[in-house]
C-alpha cells in the first residue's frame, strides 16, 4: 500500500520513517516533507503544502493513497480529516471540530472545567487593561497562553509581575503572534514535573497509551530560559510511574475521550495530553494536543517495535485491543540542533556539514527545518535537527545522541547539552 504523511517536520520525518519500516508499505509520500525525508528509504517528497487542502484530496485521489496520517495542527485545525472522510478516504486524526481540544485553549479549558478533569485555574481576556489587573491580583509566577495556535510558542511562564504583563501585551496586540494572541488564556502556576502523555485514540472511545515522554520547552540547559517548540525530549519518563500512568489514564484520558463524544466531537488520532505531576503523583493537564508532539514522536517512535501502520488501522476499525503496541525496553533520548537567534528570528539557508557521518546502529538524525537546495540540506526553520540516542539506560541514549550531535554542525547551530537531566538525576 501506498501511505500519505501530511507535514514537513521532524514528528513527519519519524512518522514516514517508521511507516516506511512496514512489510504491509510499498511506498511513503510525504507532503512536502524536508531534506531527510528525501532520503529516507521508500519515502517520496511531494511539494504540497501541508494547509492546502484541496492538493493534498487530490495527491490522494491520484496516487491511490490507501493510509493518510497527518502529523501538524494546521491542516487538522482546517479540516483536513473531514474533507477526506468526505471523499472516502482513510485518514488518521481527529475532526475539525475534535481538534479544537489543541486550536483553542479557552475552549479547553471549560471542557476541562465542565467535565471536571484536573487543571489549573484559570481567566480568559481579551482586553489589556482587565488582564494586567488580574495579574496583580493574583501575583506570580503565572502563565501567560496565547489562545489560537502559535506554533508551540503561544506560552510564557512569567516568573514576575511585570513579565506576566508584558507578554499579555505583547501578545493581545497582535504584535507577537497575530490572530493566535488575540484572545489570552491566564493560568495559575503549577509545581511539579512535567510528562508527556500520548494516547492513539479510536473508535467508539477506545485507546491504546503510547511509551511516556518529557520535553523540555526552556532553551537553556537546567530548564532555563523562554519557552521553545521544545529542545529534546526522552522516552520513557521515570515521573510517570505504574500509579501515574493509570491515574492519567482514568483522570485525564478516558474523561476526555467520553467528554469530547458527549459533546458531539468524538476524538480520533493521536491524543497528547501534557501534564504537570505533582509531588503526590497526581496529574494535572497543561494543555492538550490533537496530534503527536515534536519532538516527541522521534524517541518515542525510535522504541516502538510493533508495526505503526497496523496499530493506526487497528484504531480505525476499532481492533486497538488486538493490536497493542510493543515497546523497547531501551530508552531513548532525543537533542534538538537549532538556527542561531532561535526561538525569535531563526537563520535560514545555512549548509549542513556532517550529515553522512556513520552515527552507527544507536543514533538517527531526524530532519525538521530543512530543504534540499543543490543535492544539500540547508537549514529552513528555528529547530533544524533531532539526533535520537539509544541505550539501555538513560545516560547511555543520551551518550549516543551526543555523540551524533557532535559529528554535525552548521554556522550558527546551538544545542542544550542536558537533555535527559531529570531521568539521570534519578539513576542510582
Known sequence: MKILVIGSGGREHALAYKLAASTQVAEVLVAPGNAGTAFEPKCRNVEVAADDLPALLALAQQEQIALTVVGPEVPLSLGVVDAFSAAGLRIFGPTQAAAQIEASKAFTKGFLERHQIPTAGYAVFIDVKEACAYVAERGAPIVVKADGLAAGKGVVVAMTVAEAQAAI???????????????????????????????????????????????????????????????????????????????????????????????????QGFLYAGLMIDKTGAPFVIEFNARMGDPETQPILMRLESDLVTLLNAALDGTLAQHPPQWSSDATCGVVMAAEHYPATPAKGDVIEGLDADLGPDAKVFHAGTVLKDGQAITAGGRVLCVVGKGTDIRAAQAAAYAGVKKISWRGEFHRSDIGWRAIARLP
Open 169 to 267: 501585551r505583547e501578545m493581545l496586540s497582535g504584535a507577537l503572534l497575530g490572530n493566535a494572541g488575540a484572545r489570552v488564556v491566564i493560568e495559575d502556576f503549577l509545581e511539579g514535573e512535567e510528562a508527556s502523555f500520548i494516547v492513539v485514540a479510536g473508535a467508539n472511545q477506545s485507546y491504546v497509551p503510547m511509551a511516556s515522554a518529557q520535553d523540555h520547552k526552556r532553551i537553556g540547559d537546567g530548564d532555563t530560559g523562554p519557552n521553545t517548540g521544545g529542545m529534546g525530549a526522552y522516552s520513557p519518563a521515570p515521573v510517570v510511574t505504574a500509579e501515574v500512568h493509570a491515574r492519567a489514564c482514568r483522570e485525564v484520558i478516558e474523561p476526555t475521550l467520553a467528554g469530547m463524544a458527549a459533546e458531539g466531537r468524538p476524538f
